[in-house]
């Protein structure tokens, strides 16, 4: 390694550290994390046996690249802000990644997730590899049909996750179709929808991040991750009812 | 009054409407373009299920069929398919521009743009890895960017206009139906075009069609014929009902609020309203929208010829040119709002910039013609082809 290189190194390691230390202030207005459609089983669970279990399944956008990329990724980062949030509660939250999955790949993998996890909740990050293979909306809305069906057959509580704002790739990648079929199958079937779309989108416009950046460091991308493991978090306590409050009733 | 040379007015049977809804819509379609546009706002689309293309495709299919059809009439069927395949081929080597302006900023952003957050995203920039392949099928039209979906469709249609219009000259009622029957079909045997990688055409040309060939009956004579229909209380009544009823729908995907006022059987029943298949109610909403615009926008309209209107109906003159301004355009105003993380302001700005410049470009362009046409070797050619129809 080059001085220069070890010097920026550095600087990166201990801007990472400050980071890291300093709560990034990405509050989410409820109206962006809407709990009309709510997480029955998981009230139960958490209510019955102070557990959850919960599965992710997503595609790349659900995990960040380099070393320690899973810890910083917002499935640990759920699983933290829960933990945080819902003391005396085991929780557990195991990620699958795989690599350039299609939705309909993933329906069809989603079985065998359940069957090895039993999740009380699967969250389901979808559409991005849809819009980057062109896959056709129908097939995507019946590959979405289909895992949900799987997933209600297990019994499990579903969360629909849709694409990042990625406003440097918008007019190459087409996701608004996408994003519209998601909206659409959550309003049909009444599964929560995480609108990681919408949020970023707020993120984006009050200047909480500067999505457009061509930063090349983890940084910010970590941090973006954070906030999306919180404010995952907070809609899921909002959707199954588990605000500190209702808590200490059931208790 | 107007110190510019009015809109030329010069063929007495021209109807400077289609020139100003075309010119309209062109600027509808450069705002809807730029996907974080504050100015978006303006535009149809969030007002009712129809938007921009609509207008566009249907004035199109107007403007063949009036110019191509003359000829075809004075001249004969192989001197007018002739000159609707050469307007094809000016329309695909505009294509395969604006395609290589899109090139050139993906390479940009691949080479510029490193963000772990969008390491997935970046995933779309990897075809440049595969040129070959890419440029390709995308001189076979099957590759199509984002936003560039209008001109494939535009040259397909014409692609086979001729025996089309032929039809539509020897049995109009026949060819509509024809039109109507191919648009059920696609619907019901889900024909579409293949794309490249994977998918459909996002424009179904077998659906949309149905909107030219309906422009063309209109040009052919159907218009007149619809007169009486159109001018009736009863048709007006509807037509503004139903766009009002559209109107407070697209209100309701822009306030969760009023959503619950929609029942759920009206819900399981619209949606989803298809773009690509040119859904029944886009398709109905334009209708609306027309028979509306014909019934308070009269022909012989004075404010026609004022200068507020000018711009808007010589940018519809010019349509092919404005129409790939509009969309190097806004990639331009993308690429600059995307590197100064610009504001509304911003944005506001650079959309009535554009708009400025697809005026200015589309009067430098009536100039030039001018010029050509009054010149001392005047070819007599088809002032028409060039203006109400060149421009189909």
């Known amino acids: ?251 | 009054m107007s110190k510019a040379s009015p809109p030329q007015s010069a063929a007495s049977d021209r109807d400077l409407r289609l020139d100003l809804f075309r010119g309209l819509a062109l600027w509808l379609i450069f705002l809807d373009h730029i996907p974080e546009n504050i100015a978006n706002w303006f535009t149809i689309r969030n007002y009712g299920f129809s938007d921009a293309t609509e207008i566009f495709i249907f004035i199109s299919g107007y403007t063949a069929a009036f110019v191509y059809g003359r000829t075809m009439r004075d001249r004969g069927f192989v001197l007018a398919s002739a000159r609707i395949l050469r307007r094809a081929w000016q329309l695909y080597v505009a294509h395969i521009f604006l395609f290589t302006i899109f090139m050139a900023e993906i390479a940009y952003v691949a080479a510029t743009f490193d963000n772990p957050l969008y390491a997935e995203e970046m995933k779309i920039l990897d075809f440049l890895k595969q040129p070959d392949i890419t440029i390709f099928q995308a001189l076979l039209l099957k590759f199509k960017p984002v936003n560039m979906d209008v001109l494939p469709l535009y040259i397909v249609l014409l692609l086979v206009f001729p025996p089309v219009l032929l039809l539509l000259l020897r049995a109009p009622n026949v060819a509509l139906a024809g039109s109507a029957i191919v648009y059920a079909f696609a619907w019901k045997l889900d024909w579409n075009l293949s794309a490249y990688p994977n998918g459909v055409w996002f424009f179904n040309p077998f659906a949309w069609q149905l909107l030219f060939v309906f422009g063309a009956w209109c040009a052919l004579g159907g218009a007149g014929r619809l007169a009486g229909v159109l001018h009736s209380r009863g048709i007006l009544v509807v037509a503004i009902v139903y766009l009002v009823f559209a109107f407070f729908i697209t209100l309701t995907w822009r306030f969760e609020d009023l959503d619950r006022f929609v029942p759920g059987w009206l819900k399981d029943w619209m949606y989803p309203i298809d773009k690509t298949n040119l859904d029944v109610l886009r398709f109905a909403h334009f209708l609306a929208l027309a028979a509306v615009t014909v019934h308070f926008v009269p022909r012989d309209w004075p404010a026609l010829k004022s200068p507020i209107l000018w711009p808007a109906i010589v940018c519809g003159q010019h349509s092919l040119e404005i129409f790939c301004l509009g969309v190097f355009l806004a990639f331009a105003s993308q690429f600059v709002i995307a590197e100064s993380s610009g504001g509304p302001l911003l944005q506001t700005g650079i959309s009535v910039l554009g708009i400025l410049a697809m005026i200015a470009t589309a009067n430098l362009i009536s100039w030039y013609k001018g010029i050509e046409t009054r010149g001392p070797v005047a070819r007599v050619k088809s002032r028409d082809a060039d203006l109400a129809g060149g421009e189909a």
């Open chain 1, 1 to 251: 390694m080059t001085p220069i290189l070890a010097v920026l190194a550095t600087i990166a390691f201990v801007g990472n550290a400050v980071a890291a230390e300093s709560v990034p202030n990405c509050e989410v207005p409820d109206r962006l994390l809407p709990a009309e459609n709510d997480l029955a089983r998981v009230s139960k669970e958490i209510a019955d046996h102070h557990r959850l279990d919960i599965s992710v399944v997503g595609s790349r956008s659900s995990a960040l690249p380099g070393p320690d990329g899973a810890r910083f990724a917002y499935p640990t980062q759920l699983e933290l802000a829960l933990r945080e949030r819902l003391p005396g509660n085991e929780i557990k939250v195991t990620a699958h990644i795989p690599q350039g999955q299609t939705t309909a790949e993933m329906a069809q993998s989603l079985p065998k997730i359940l069957a090895d996890d039993h999740p009380v909740l699967v969250i389901w990050q979808a559409g991005t590899v849809d819009a980057l293979r062109g896959v056709e909306t129908e097939d995507f809305r019946n590959s979405l049909d289909q895992g949900l069906d799987a997933i209600a057959a297990a019994g499990a509580d579903a969360v629909m996750m849709n694409m990042q704002y990625s406003p440097r790739t918008e007019s190459m990648l087409g996701i608004a179709p996408f994003a519209e079929v998601m909206r659409w199958i959550a309003e049909q079937r009444g599964v929560v929808l995480f609108d990681r779309l919408a949020i970023m989108h707020y993120w984006s416009d009050e200047g909480t991040f500067d999505l457009y950046a061509a930063t090349s460091g983890y940084a910010m991308a970590r941090r973006v991750h954070e906030c999306i493991g919180r404010a995952l978090a907070s809609q899921i306590i909002n959707a199954a009812r588990l605000d500190a409050a209702k808590q200490q009733t059931t208790r």
